[in-house]
């Protein structure tokens, strides 16, 4: 009996990720049409980006409320990339994308030639946001900001980063962001098999993630990020120096939302300032906390469901859905402070006690009050 | 054996001009168990603290031919020296077992991190049994009451294997059985080991101390034999009171 | 010469507009340490209760002296209903304070664009804010000497509040350990309730100020949001005068990146300024150190 | 004065109090014992209110208070002193006493107890040693003028010869009769010299209860020896 | 895997001509930042829709509006269209404003072999055969601007405009025209489209004393700029401003008396015709007298016109059948009356520069006379360098 507790602890996540594996890669495209499809595509960016932010918030405490920073270096990279393919296609090997001899005088910034190379953007679409982060967050950790003072930071620089996007419109495309994709490295991209192709891409790179993290939350590391997490100081004490532990898991997170960004691009045809900017950051946490960021699944499947929540109530509402998605914010984290994959676990356990819960239930031990004096 | 003891000299703490450790020297050799005592506010924390790197301190304190001012908090763990807090401080999330877990693996390689915990370490079994929260394992350590939250903490020094321990009014807290049992441990597990123990318990410190050091004012007062020490005028007047000598029949 | 004299004076209009805006969410982020990302949208309050104001008292010279206390007690009252409504139950959990108060956000813009339409509404500039002073080659408007003005005015009222009264410290000793300042005698929730309403209130007559700069709309309050709150980070936590530093210091800066380079450029330049700041001091201007591992 | 009806408490899902019946008398002094984790802490916390009950009652004065929130308690007359030598570490030591009241002589009043605190009033709190922290916290709880004083292991880190100053202050403040107690502590010798009945508690409920004085510190040591 | 397939293979179309309606979808930004502009087309789309409906419908058929929201976002503008074009089937899409929005529906409509109707000014250097472009492009608003400038002897011009891409490429095509007619550009400043105080910017003004300001801002940001001008102390009499996006919709709403103030459009509510007159009375009816027509609002009604025209003279809904017959199909719309270019599916429009007079109306002060042919790549002016700095 306990042995087979112990045996669903360790493999029932995996069980999930099978489930999501097989609903993503075997049910959805049998059912769903090229558009639909393509649009689940989306979401699976999304998710993408949500396991890397369970990652770094659920797991290691870290609001990075500037993801779209990562999102945007991963997606761009693979613009510039399948722009400058695009251009070679029509116009031989010198072609240089249509935007630089529309807004600019036709020359192309230096830094762009090597995304000829579709070798080296897939490098670029790992290491930049990696550079990034492991830079950015050397600085910001070993200076030992956290909490508030980091999440606003990180929206700073998401509102920075968009905001020079804007303004490099010779460079990056400015406000139109970057579009009129028509090969992804060699695939012509106005095929349908091909687009079906991309997806299925995504849908992979979101299993793959998810096996990651699995691997990570049950390892040492992951107990050690948790703890950082919980009480970072007092990992010094255990000789840990928790900047490490906490940029590892920063850097990891960069990783994954920049591969979200990446597919991001060919799947919906454009990536452009509004897809990286601070609304942009935000949207992608609300799926994560909706689904509950400390759990394994939860933020994939969180970020799944915003995805999806967007798009049909904006059908179905297309005047009035921002009130929903408002209230979604405050119902899920007003009522569901763990996510709503967090609920299951919340009925069972009322079930079981058949006990009112105390109006004020702690939410972590710890948490609840007289308890840390420095 | 030689090197095993930890020397302190001219340690000073300066905060904006107060000075909280006033050039004080110690020698803590190993297998004898040190007390530190003195009034509230006489430095006795701070002197802890500026050893483990966590408040910048001038002058010299050495380990093993390392000298410990000009090392990182978490390198001086790594060099063997560990402690506690006043205030109890635990991984309050985690279960007491992988509380214990992440503190033995200071010595494990970076890339083993990325493996998961199969089964019980016996070291952390050991420790387990010897702290006596075998019971609670697989609790979260946030809901530990105070006084088995600082039994936890002894016990992840314990795995961590800590040559030099430093504590931190351990036994703040406990019931008289409690404390027996702490400082019979403290006894056990001090022979191959440097403890240091501050307290304000003078019946916890005549039953364990070897030696006790008393400060105040930032400065060594008196050191000796708890005998010694409560004998002297000076500890009378500036910490133990009038209630000393009564207390000693208590 | 007003090469240097326009972005002084205009940087440190803008400066005092983030001031106003910044001094609530010192009050309800510094000394509370709620993260509400709605604060813009009572700033946008604001300036709707301006703009509603010019309608019922058509005098505008009048008009604007009505809207500054008016707008205070809409946006504040909103603020209450925040708190009652969602905050009070969330003061435990900080972080989460930041999402619930996003979906407040949308909410509110998304009910200003059906209350007023999604085009903005006119604020006319009254008579005697309608004019400027030449000051060594710059126009310097009367309507920034008065956002200048107001600021002073709100630093001075809320400084006082905070230091010469016992409010002060019953907010600080609510934020600092709720349960104990309880068992003080400290009642928290009307403590969290006046300085809730304070604290947007005070977003309200910042409101007044943007719209003097460009009417109403919708989606104003985002516009000043982020550059608030990065000025209450740099400021440091529960400080007041790193506040009015920071505030300045942002708002002349970007004026002076402005004047070299481009308006964007100066957002970029200004942000990525505070990030290096603030790795020099992590925790702002004004650091409060305790011991130990808090 | 406070009287605690078959109270059952507890965190979550978890119970921790089963059924805890104590009476503080009018000017009486009680002293709750047991081991780490018996449920003292959560036993006060119900009494003062930072813990809602999930059955029983809590009366004070012969008012149901159960519902009240512990601002209202320490209005009527109550006052806490947590475990934990907890501050507002952001606020001096002087700050830390104004809230309270800003009237300077009760303040001097309790410096006298204290005196040790004298030097350290424009020092912040969080700089505070534990131990003068806990001498705050004492002196902060006696400025509210409580007529239930409620103390969680109030010597806890304390030096020796303020603990016999603690002693004589509380036995000063009973003795007038105008000072009802309810004291959780470690020290038996100190508990029972300060109280005049005693509970024992065991896994979250009273095992054994009786009259205080020194001549009780058998029983006392022999309830809590398991 | 995937299939390497050269061309693109144009989906056939989906949408259903059986019944007695027709789907057409219209795609604007009801949230977001652009909601404040995009709300005036989505209302004048419904109003021609009623009308059209009320006459019978498009070969027979009433039409069935299907509603979206861009949320001023870009990517959601391409996964509506493609949502409106191949899940909804509609027969053609209304809509867009920002040219980034335009720009990412662009391949989507081309991939789908979709249509689509762009009711704003824009920058031009754009010509799809999936798209029909009902607003001016630059040499029917931006050069008879300049046009009219030279002719008020204007010598020296500021150039003031939104962050994007529109004001950058029209200020480019200024700056070349501008040379070659003599005037001297005195200044170039934009602020981000969000963005709302313009007071550093308008200090340049001042102190470059131009005779003239151009003014490409777009949105909400022309408050800020304006209340600025003024507040610094210029004014039409010395630094008149001429806009390429203030409108009847805009210019009460600055807060600020803008008599004397230019704007170029083909449209305006003063405008006299039968055809406005009733576009006016039928707008007002519907929605209140309060309310202001304007150009991207008749660009906009007269789009549903043009198409409706466009499928009865085809006498069909399919794509390029359309385009098959597009040249020449014209509109008797409110600005005068209006005809498609088959080759770059723009339409002939007549240039007028306005001055706002007391009731924030546009009084006349210059007109092309007749419509100007489009000519979205400048073909036709030798002076145009599109790869110069
Ligand atoms: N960061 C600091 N800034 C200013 N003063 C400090 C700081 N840290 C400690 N102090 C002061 O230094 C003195 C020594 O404090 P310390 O905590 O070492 O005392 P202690 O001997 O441990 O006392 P206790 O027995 O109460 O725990 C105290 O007066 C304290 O207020
Ligand atoms: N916040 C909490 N959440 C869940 N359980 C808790 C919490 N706080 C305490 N407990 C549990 O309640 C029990 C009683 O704790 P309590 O703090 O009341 O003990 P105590 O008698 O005061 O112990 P000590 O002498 O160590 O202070 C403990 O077993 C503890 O595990
Ligand atoms: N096309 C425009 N006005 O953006
Ligand atoms: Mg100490
Ligand atoms: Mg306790």
């Known amino acids: 009996m306990k042995q087979l507790q112990n045996w669903g602890r360790t493999w029932g996540p995996l069980l999930g990720i099978a489930v999501i594996a097989i609903a993503l890669l075997v049910v959805a495209p049998a059912v769903l049409s090229p558009f639909r499809l393509n649009n689940l595509g989306k979401y699976v960016c999304w998710a993408i980006a949500g396991v890397g932010i369970g990652l770094a918030w659920g797991r290691g405490g870290m609001l990075v409320m500037g993801q779209g920073v990562f999102f945007g270096l991963g997606g761009y990279a693979m613009a510039m990339h399948l722009k400058l393919e695009a251009a070679m296609a029509t116009g031989g090997p010198d072609a240089v994308p249509d935007f630089m001899v529309l807004y600019g005088d036709g020359t192309m910034p230096g830094w762009w030639a090597p995304f000829r190379s579709g070798a080296f953007t897939l490098a670029a679409i790992v290491m930049v946001p990696a550079v990034v982060a492991a830079v950015l967050g050397w600085a910001i950790f070993k200076r030992r900001v956290k909490g508030a003072y980091f999440a606003i930071l990180t929206q700073a620089l998401a509102v920075a980063f968009a905001t020079l996007l804007v303004a490099t419109i010779k460079q990056t495309g400015g406000f139109n962001g970057l579009n009129q994709f028509t090969v992804f490295f060699g695939y012509n991209l106005y095929d349908p098999t091909n687009k079906r192709m991309v997806y299925t891409i995504a849908a992979t790179a979101l299993v793959v993630c998810l096996v990651v993290v699995w691997q990570l939350y049950r390892s040492r590391f992951g107990e050690l990020l948790v703890a950082t997490r919980d009480a970072e100081e007092r990992v010094r004490f255990l000789g840990h120096d928790p900047a490490n532990v906490k940029l590892v898991a920063f850097v990891l997170a960069a990783v994954m939302v920049s591969v979200g960004g990446a597919l991001f691009a060919p799947i919906t045809g454009i990536i452009s300032p509004s897809d990286v900017d601070a609304t942009a950051s935000i949207l992608l946490i609300a799926g994560v906390a909706l689904g509950g960021r400390a759990l394994l699944l939860g933020p994939a499947v969180g970020a799944l469901a915003v995805g999806f929540g967007r798009t049909t109530l904006s059908e179905t509402f297309p005047d009035q859905w921002t009130y929903f998605l408002g209230l979604l914010f405050i119902v899920v984290v007003l009522f569901f402070p763990a996510g709503l994959g967090s609920v299951s676990s919340q009925v069972v356990g009322r079930l079981r006690t058949l006990l009112p819960t105390p109006r004020r239930t702690p939410i972590a031990a710890g948490t609840d009050a007289l308890e840390v004096a420095p | ?250 | 010469m007003d090469a240097f004299t326009t972005p002084l004076l205009a940087g440190t209009a803008t400066g005092a507009l983030l001031l106003i805006a910044a001094l609530g969410l010192a009050l309800t982020f510094g000394q509370m340490g709620v993260i509400n990302m709605a604060h813009g949208e009572f700033l946008m309050a604001g300036a709707y209760t301006t703009y509603l104001t010019q309608q019922v008292v058509t005098d505008t010279d009048l008009s604007i002296l009505v809207a500054l206390p008016a707008a205070f007690l809409v946006a504040g009252a909103l603020g209450l209903v925040l708190e009652v409504a969602i905050i009070q139950w969330m003061y435990r959990r900080p972080l989460d304070t930041l999402l619930v108060t996003v979906g407040v956000s949308l909410l509110l813009q998304q009910l200003a664009k059906d209350v007023f339409g999604p085009q903005g509404d006119p604020v006319h500039t009254p008579g005697w804010l309608d004019g400027h002073v030449d000051v060594l080659g710059y126009h310097w408007p009367y309507r920034q000497m008065f956002t200048i003005l107001l600021a002073v005015a709100a630093l001075a009222t809320l400084g006082a509040l905070l230091k010469y009264t016992s409010y002060g410290r019953r907010i600080r000793a609510t934020v600092q350990n709720r349960d104990l300042a309880e068992t003080m005698g400290v009642s928290t929730r009307t403590v969290d309730r006046v300085t809730f309403f304070v604290g947007s209130g005070l977003a309200g007559i910042g409101g007044v100020a943007v719209s003097l700069i460009s009417g109403t709309n919708p989606n104003r309050g985002t516009t000043y949001i982020i550059s608030a709150f990065l000025v209450v980070v740099a400021g440091g936590l529960g400080q007041l005068k790193g506040t009015v530093i920071a505030a300045f210091t942002v708002g002349v800066v970007t004026a002076f990146f402005t004047d070299w380079f481009s308006s964007s450029m100066a957002q970029v330049l200004t942000f990525a300024l505070v990030v290096v700041f603030l790795q020099l001091r992590p925790q702002g201007l004004f650091t409060l150190r305790t011991r130990g591992l808090a | 004065m406070l009287e605690l009806r078959e109270v059952t408490a507890g965190y979550g899902r978890t119970r921790v109090l089963e059924n805890v019946s104590l009476t503080v008398p009018e000017g009486g002094a009680v002293a709750v014992m047991g081991h780490n984790g018996a449920g003292k802490t959560t036993l006060l916390r119900v009494a003062v209110g930072l813990l809602p009950v999930m059955r029983g009652q809590v009366l004070l004065d012969g008012e149901d208070v159960t519902r009240l929130r512990p601002s209202k308690r320490v209005a009527r007359g109550l006052g806490y002193v947590p475990q934990g030598q907890l501050s507002f570490p952001q606020m001096t030591t002087l700050e830390n006493l104004q809230l309270v009241t800003p009237d300077r002589s009760a303040i001097d009043g309790v410096l006298d107890t204290f005196p040790a605190l004298r030097d350290l009033l424009p020092r912040r709190a969080g700089l505070l040693s534990g131990g003068q922290r806990q001498q705050l916290a004492i002196a902060r709880t006696l400025l509210t003028k409580p007529r239930l004083l409620i103390l969680d292991e109030p010597t806890e880190g304390i030096q020796p010869n303020v603990v016999a100053e603690i002693e004589s202050v509380i036995t000063a403040l009973t003795a007038r009769g105008d000072l009802s107690v309810l004291l959780v502590e470690q020290h038996v010798g100190f508990a029972l010299r300060s109280t005049d009945s005693y509970f024992v508690l065991e896994s979250g409920r009273v095992t054994s209860s009786g009259a205080g004085g020194p001549g009780a510190l058998d029983a006392v040591r022999a309830a809590m020896a398991v | 895997g995937g299939s390497k397939s050269g061309e693109a293979s144009a989906s056939a179309s989906c949408v259903d001509t059986s019944g007695d309606t027709i789907k057409l979808g219209f795609l604007n930004s009801t949230s977001g930042a652009m909601a404040i502009s995009e709300q005036t087309v989505r209302d004048s789309l419904s109003l021609a829709t009623e009308q059209i409906n009320a006459a019978g419908g498009i070969l027979g058929k009433k039409i069935e509006p299907v509603v979206e929201d861009g949320a001023s976002d870009p990517a959601v503008f391409a996964e509506k269209i493609q949502k409106l074009l191949t899940g909804d089937c509609v027969a053609a899409v209304f809509g867009g404003w920002t040219s980034a929005s335009r720009k990412a529906m662009l391949p989507v409509v081309e991939s789908d072999n979709g249509l689509l109707f762009y009711p704003v000014q824009y920058e031009g250097l754009e010509a799809s055969k999936n798209i029909y472009y009902t607003g001016a492009t630059t040499n029917q608003q931006i050069i008879p601007a300049m046009d009219f400038l030279k002719s008020k002897g204007v010598k020296t011009l500021f150039l003031a405009g939104s962050d994007y891409v529109f004001p950058r490429t029209a200020n480019k095509i200024i700056k070349q025209y501008a040379a070659k007619l003599g005037i001297k550009i005195v200044g170039e400043e934009y602020v981000p489209l969000d963005d709302d105080d313009w007071t550093t910017q308008v200090a340049k003004i001042v102190a470059a004393k131009p005779d003239f300001v151009f003014n490409t801002i777009n949105g909400s940001s022309n408050v800020g700029f304006i209340k600025a001008y003024y507040e610094q102390g210029l004014s039409p009499k010395t630094t008149p401003i001429i806009s390429v996006s203030i409108a009847e919709e805009e210019a009460p709403a600055m807060g600020k008396d803008v008599t004397g103030q230019f704007a170029a459009w083909n449209y305006f509510e003063s405008v006299k015709s039968p055809a406005n007159a009733a576009f006016i009375k039928a707008f007002q009816d519907k929605y209140g007298a309060d309310r202001p027509t304007s150009d991207p609002m008749e660009a906009a009604y007269t789009s549903l016109y043009l198409y409706k025209n466009l499928v009865e003279k085809a006498d069909s809904f399919d794509v390029d059948k359309i385009n098959g017959v597009a040249d020449g199909v014209a509109f008797d719309a409110p600005e005068g009356k209006v005809t498609i270019d088959g080759e770059n599916h723009h339409i002939a429009k007549t240039a007028l520069i306005g001055r706002i007079n007391s009731d924030n109306q546009f009084d006349v002060v210059w007109s092309s006379g007749k419509p100007i042919e489009p000519d979205p790549f400048l073909k036709g002016y030798a002076w145009w360098d599109p790869s110069a700095k």
């Open chain 2, 1 to 250: 054996m030689n090197d095993d003891y930890l020397e302190i000299r001219g340690l000073s703490v300066d905060f904006d001009g107060f000075k909280a450790i006033d050039d004080v020297d110690l020698t803590l050799l190993q297998g004898r168990l040190h007390f530190l005592i003195g009034p509230n506010g006489a430095g006795k924390t701070t002197l802890v603290d500026a050893v483990t790197g966590l408040v910048p301190a001038t002058g010299l304190v050495r380990y093993r031919n390392q000298d410990l001012l000009r090392t990182k908090p978490h390198r001086i763990v790594r060099a063997g020296i560990g402690r506690t807090f006043q205030t109890a401080t635990v991984f309050e999330g985690l279960s007491v077992l992988q509380n214990l877990d992440i503190a033995g693996g200071v010595h494990r390689r970076a890339w083993r991190m990325g493996l998961a915990r199969r089964g019980t370490p016996s070291y952390v079994a050991e420790a387990l049994e010897t702290i006596g929260l075998a019971g609670l394992r697989d609790r979260p350590a946030g809901v530990l009451a105070h006084g088995q939250k600082q039994w936890l903490e002894i016990g992840m020094l314990l795995v961590q294997d800590a040559r030099v321990m430093l504590l931190d009014e351990p036994v703040a807290g406990m019931s008289a059985e409690e404390r027996e049992q702490t400082g019979d441990l403290l006894r056990r597990i001090g022979r191959e080991r440097t403890i240091v123990v501050i307290e304000h318990d003078m019946d916890f410190v005549r039953s364990y101390a070897d030696v006790v050091t008393v400060m105040h004012a930032g400065k060594v007062l008196a050191e000796g034999t708890v005998a010694a020490i409560q004998a002297d005028p000076r500890v009378q007047q500036v910490y133990l009171g009038r209630t000393a000598e009564e207390a000693d029949h208590a």
